[in-house]
């Protein structure tokens, strides 16, 4: 089951009852929070499998970008971007992803799989003054 859900919240985590809670042991969790520690925005992104978050960077305009590791083939893609299918067709593997925040956690301007056959990750990401996404991270793939 894909989820993508985006909230606007004034406190913590939600309990049960505001949001249903993961199907596996974790999705990727994105928060920014005020000077004062108030939340202001949080997003989750996540497959039917874990996800885990690994690097975060912010652009000059404010758009937070996302990598780590994903052991989901669902995990949510968009279209026009550098790979849409998982690498790793028993999902004993997990494969890199990197996503792209619109700057008020309200929308997500990309998303994509990165990796091969086997095992790959992202650990960090930065964005250059041009705006383009620069991940590292490591891989067990051949391809």
């Not at 309990?15 to 989750?44: C, N």
């Not at 995990?75 to 067709?89: D, H, M």
């Not at 997990?94 to 997500?108: Q, R, V, Y």
Request: proline fraction near 6%; hydrophobic fraction near 35%.
């Amino acid at each position: 089951m894909k989820r993508l859900r985006w909230h606007t919240i004034k406190r913590g985590f939600p309990t049960s009852l505001e949001q249903p809670k993961p199907s596996y042991p974790g999705d990727v969790f994105v928060q920014k929070m005020d000077s004062a520690g108030k939340v202001i925005w949080r997003a989750i992104l996540g497959g039917s499998f874990t996800d885990r978050a690994l690097g975060v960077a912010v652009d000059k305009d404010g758009a937070v970008y996302v990598t780590g590791i994903t052991y989901s083939p669902d995990f949510p893609i968009t279209a026009a971007t550098y790979r849409r299918t998982f690498g790793n067709p028993s999902a004993l593997a997990g494969d890199a992803f990197l996503f792209k925040l619109t700057p008020f956690g309200s929308g997500l301007l990309y998303s994509t799989f990165y990796g091969g056959g086997e095992g790959d990750q992202g650990n960090a990401v930065t964005v250059d003054q041009a705006g383009q996404a620069i991940i590292v991270g490591q891989t067990y793939s051949d391809n």
